[in-house]
């Protein structure tokens, strides 16, 4: 069985490939990327002899669609919306099986600061969207749309959540990556980097859909701040959350629900400082006139606070993840609640945000290998890891020692 991993040299694809690189039924992992270098640095890190660097533009659709035939599945760990379109229209058309991780539901693609996502000439992006979805049964190809962590892990649990329930009539997913508690009060916004913080800033700054009132309704991101106590797995610690577009497949898979929103969490007075920031316009991308030079306000600011983001060595980080479904059960108001908190892996220098989003794409990419999955189409991790699948993901998951409590009262 062989696995080809974009973005194979950067964090969260490291970590994809290493996981398979432990599977003895997983003969060859190949990783892609711009520069050999990088790569090479990644082979070496995994140790072993089943890596495979391949250095390809993914704009070649050509060399990309002669790639994917050697392999039997693929996984994107790419960073921004254009790379990862290409991606997935080269799978689908390729008839490779696919595993995505970005917080996007390619169904039905976000209208907002779209990153250069080129959609082909005559078709809206719903209608994009359905081509794909489409083009992908007429191929055979299963392609997970949103798993890691946010989306991932919290669509699974809430996923199984509402399987639990007779009527399913509130969720709420709470997830995020931040610094230990000590290094998060040496840099600003108490905060730091684990992934594109690009692409988070984009996140903070777009309107997104959330359910209300049975509706789905359009609000700004970072918005319905929300403060909480996290008291499990031997902490105790108080967090904030603010909603952010991290499950839209849910606005589509889950359209009983009354209520439904994803939330990001932070440690408290992140989100004040970044409604600062959007209220002095820095975090804006339209282009401002400064002296005789045109400047993208945010992209300064990237310049500027990134160096100040970045891991001081010996600093590590924290993935939290609180979940709420709330419905009936037999003629009984129920809750039924997930809990989660993980470290880095400080012995294999893997971030906790590499575990938690690199090792469910991994167990995911294994399961369709396996022909666990049937599914055809685009389809979202609630609707993929189900039934017998959840135990199994489940014992995967902590058998690399990520635990998920889950609590029904």
Same mark, same amino acid.
Not at 315 to 333: A, Q, S
Not at 394 to 405: A, F, H, V, Y
């Given at each position: 069985? =062989?696995?080809?991993?974009?973005?194979?040299?950067?964090?969260?694809?490291?970590?994809?490939?290493?996981?398979? /690189?432990?599977?003895?039924?997983?003969?060859?992992?190949?990783?892609?990327?711009?520069?050999?270098?990088?790569?090479?640095?990644?082979?070496?890190?995994?140790?072993?002899?089943?890596?495979? +660097?391949?250095? !390809?533009?993914?704009?070649?659709?050509?060399?990309?669609?002669?790639?994917?035939?050697?392999?039997?599945?693929?996984?994107? /760990?790419?960073?921004?919306? =254009?790379?990862?379109?290409?991606?997935?229209?080269?799978?689908?058309?390729?008839?490779?099986?696919?595993?995505?991780?970005?917080e996007e539901y390619h169904r039905r693609p976000d209208p907002y600061e779209v990153e250069g996502l080129e959609v082909p000439k005559g078709m809206t992006l719903n209608e994009y969207g359905d081509w794909l979805h489409n083009t992908a049964i007429t191929n055979g190809v299963t392609f997970i749309d949103g798993m890691g962590f946010a989306p991932g892990l919290s669509n699974?649990?809430?996923?199984?959540?509402?399987?639990?329930?007779?009527?399913?009539?509130? %969720?709420?997913?709470?997830?995020?990556?931040? +610094?230990?508690?000590?290094?998060?009060?040496?840099?600003?916004?108490?905060?730091?980097?684990?992934?594109?913080?690009?692409?988070?800033?984009?996140?903070?700054?777009?309107?997104?859909?959330?359910? #209300?009132?049975?509706?789905?309704?359009?609000?700004?991101?970072?918005?319905? !701040?929300? $403060?909480? $106590?996290?008291? #499990?797995?031997?902490?105790?610690?108080?967090?904030?959350?603010?909603?952010?577009?991290?499950?839209?497949?849910?606005?589509?898979?889950? +359209?009983?629900?009354?209520?439904?929103?994803?939330?990001?969490?932070?440690?408290?007075?992140?989100?004040?400082?970044?409604?600062?920031?959007?209220?002095?316009?820095?975090?804006?991308?339209?282009?401002?006139?400064?002296?005789?030079?045109?400047?993208?306000? $945010?992209?300064?600011?990237?310049?500027?606070?990134?160096?100040?983001?970045?891991?001081?060595?010996?600093?590590?980080?924290?993935?939290?993840?609180?979940?709420?479904?709330?419905?009936?059960?037999?003629? #009984?108001?129920?809750?039924?609640?997930?809990?989660?908190?993980?470290?880095?892996?400080?012995?294999?220098?893997?971030?906790?945000?590499?575990?938690?989003?690199?090792?469910?794409?991994?167990? %995911?990419?294994?399961?369709?290998?396996?022909?666990?999955?049937?599914?055809?189409?685009?389809?979202?991790?609630?609707?993929?890891?189900?039934?017998?699948?959840?135990?199994k993901f489940m014992e995967e998951l902590r058998k690399r020692n990520i635990n998920i409590l889950e609590k029904f009262e």
């Amino acid at each position: 069985m =062989r696995a080809l991993v974009f973005g194979g040299s950067g964090k969260i694809g490291s970590a994809v490939a290493w996981d398979l /690189a432990k599977d003895e039924e997983v003969e060859q992992i190949g990783i892609v990327g711009r520069r050999i270098e990088t790569l090479e640095r990644v082979k070496k890190w995994i140790g072993g002899n089943k890596v495979t +660097p391949h250095v !390809l533009d993914v704009a070649n659709k050509e060399e990309m669609f002669h790639l994917m035939k050697q392999y039997d599945v693929g996984v994107s /760990a790419l960073p921004d919306r =254009r790379t990862s379109y290409r991606v997935v229209q080269g799978a689908v058309e390729a008839g490779l099986n696919f595993v995505d991780m970005l917080e996007e539901y390619h169904r039905r693609p976000d209208p907002y600061e779209v990153e250069g996502l080129e959609v082909p000439k005559g078709m809206t992006l719903n209608e994009y969207g359905d081509w794909l979805h489409n083009t992908a049964i007429t191929n055979g190809v299963t392609f997970i749309d949103g798993m890691g962590f946010a989306p991932g892990l919290s669509n699974v649990t809430l996923g199984k959540a509402i399987r639990k329930v007779d009527t399913a009539e509130e %969720a709420v997913a709470r997830v995020g990556g931040i +610094p230990s508690k000590e290094a998060a009060q040496r840099h600003p916004l108490r905060y730091m980097i684990t992934w594109a913080f690009e692409h988070v800033l984009r996140e903070y700054m777009i309107k997104l859909q959330v359910i #209300k009132n049975g509706e789905i309704v359009e609000v700004d991101a970072a918005t319905d !701040l929300e $403060r909480f $106590r996290f008291n #499990k797995f031997g902490r105790d610690e108080e967090l904030e959350c603010a909603v952010t577009p991290g499950m839209p497949s849910f606005l589509y898979s889950r +359209p009983q629900l009354k209520e439904f929103a994803e939330k990001t969490v932070r440690w408290p007075g992140h989100w004040q400082g970044v409604q600062t920031l959007k209220e002095c316009g820095l975090l804006d991308i339209e282009p401002w006139k400064f002296k005789d030079m045109n400047i993208v306000p $945010r992209e300064f600011f990237l310049s500027l606070i990134t160096p100040r983001l970045k891991p001081i060595e010996g600093e590590t980080d924290v993935c939290v993840m609180y979940n709420t479904l709330i419905g009936t059960k037999e003629g #009984k108001k129920v809750k039924i609640e997930y809990f989660m908190w993980d470290e880095a892996d400080t012995v294999n220098g893997i971030s906790s945000m590499m575990r938690v989003t690199g090792f469910p794409v991994a167990i %995911a990419a294994k399961m369709l290998l396996a022909g666990e999955i049937t599914e055809k189409g685009i389809v979202p991790p609630e609707d993929t890891i189900k039934g017998s699948l959840y135990d199994k993901f489940m014992e995967e998951l902590r058998k690399r020692n990520i635990n998920i409590l889950e609590k029904f009262e």
